[in-house]
């Protein structure tokens, strides 16, 4: 089936450890985004990517980090600096950026 | 700057009442879209429509409606005949055309409760 995978879809990390959630699309598309959403909230854009080998921050891109090697793959890392953590995290992919925009299952990532 | 705004928090509707979620959008941009998501319990956002800011047509799909206004910047979202699996969070969200590549701009969203 085609779509947008996020792995795990629950995660626990301890303080001060970096954690990398998955991100992997099958669509064939060119851009690729990673939001955040805390209780109640809307999302929020920490990075996205138009291209392979090429991405730009969102506006809350720190602490945070990611990687586009590959055209399929968007892996985020949630390292240490980052001060707040624990929230839902939806990755997302278009064909182009000024296409629609579909997102992933989310993975819920807690700071224990 | 651009901003969403989604005014009701909460909606509470027993089934087969009609409901409608507000949303009004800033923009200094003339060529933009609009959207509406789905977020039901299991967390994933499922995409609903996506209107340009050159067509104000309404639109209809089965029980969905939206209505776009430019002159009052709203683009609300009516759901005919409400059923319980409507319960769910709704976002509406603001694409500018020249801004960073597709970055949408979000409303808080809000909850819809659809009771039997």
């Known amino acids: 089936d085609g779509g947008i995978t996020q792995s795990p879809k629950y995660l626990f990390r301890k303080e001060g450890q970096n954690v990398t959630l998955s991100c992997e699309q099958n669509l064939n598309h060119d851009a690729m985004y990673w939001y955040r959403q805390d209780p109640g909230q809307g999302l929020r854009l920490i990075y996205y990517s138009q291209i392979v080998n090429d991405f730009q921050k969102g506006d809350i891109a720190e602490g945070y980090s990611v990687s586009r090697e590959k055209k399929e793959s968007f892996p985020l890392t949630v390292t240490s600096a980052q001060k707040n953590p624990t929230a839902f995290y939806l990755c997302?992919?278009?064909?182009?950026?000024?296409?629609?925009?579909?997102f992933g299952e989310g993975s819920w990532l807690t700071v224990v | 700057a651009q901003k969403v705004t989604q005014a009701q928090t909460e909606i509470s509707v027993v089934e087969k009442e009609d409901v409608t979620l507000d949303c009004v959008y800033e923009?200094?941009?003339?060529?933009?879209?609009l959207f509406w998501y789905k977020q039901p319990p299991s967390g994933e956002l499922v995409f609903l429509i996506r209107r340009n800011s050159f067509d104000e047509q309404n639109e209809i799909s089965g029980r969905y409606s939206w209505n776009f206004q430019k002159s009052t910047s709203s683009f609300n979202f009516t759901i005919t005949a409400s059923q319980v699996v409507d319960s769910a969070v709704y976002f509406c969200a603001l694409s500018e055309e020249y801004n960073q590549g597709g970055k949408l701009i979000f409303g808080q969203g809000t909850e819809l409760s659809v009771k039997p």
């Open positions: 923009t200094r941009d003339t060529t933009y879209y």
């Open positions: 997302a992919s278009s064909i182009t950026a000024a296409s629609i925009i579909y």
